[in-house]
């Protein structure tokens, strides 16, 4: 078996409205198109992938994430070209959102370029370029 990639990611919000309001203007501008938007999941497909913001359960609504926590360290996506990811940094300069790393290479693969930066729940976001397949060929 050789599986095709991810079909979808879930992330949980600590308050889904902020964090529906960010997505819906991230998403949209990365080229996903929304396909549910309820009162608890906004869910987004494109790239071949999806992805979906859910509201927490009442127990956990407000808690705060932990990247080094166990579970999920950072969410990257792929960008089509270069230029893509020095248009990404400045819409959400423009967003006023928290840009942890502006773009940059990094030695991860030839020609790897990239920016971190985070949600509204410090659930750190990556887009990233590497021109051809990169490692993943």
Not at 60 to 88: M, N, S, T, Y
């Amino acid at each position: 078996m050789e599986v095709n990639g991810i079909a979808h990611i879930f992330l949980t919000a600590s308050n889904y409205k902020r964090s529906r309001d960010f997505y819906a203007r991230l998403l949209p501008f990365l080229g996903m198109k929304p396909v549910i938007d309820t009162e608890t999941t906004y869910y987004c497909v494109g790239g071949r992938t999806a992805i979906g913001i859910n509201a927490p359960s009442p127990e956990h609504a407000g808690a705060a994430f932990e990247q080094k926590r166990v579970g999920l360290h950072h969410l990257c996506f792929r960008a089509r070209e270069r230029a893509d990811i020095d248009e990404l940094h400045a819409f959400l300069v423009g967003e006023g959102a928290t840009v942890v790393r502006a773009p940059r290479e990094d030695r991860w693969a030839p020609g790897y370029y990239s920016l971190l930066f985070e949600d509204p729940d410090g659930i750190r976001l990556e887009v990233n370029h590497v021109p051809g397949k990169g490692l993943l060929g």
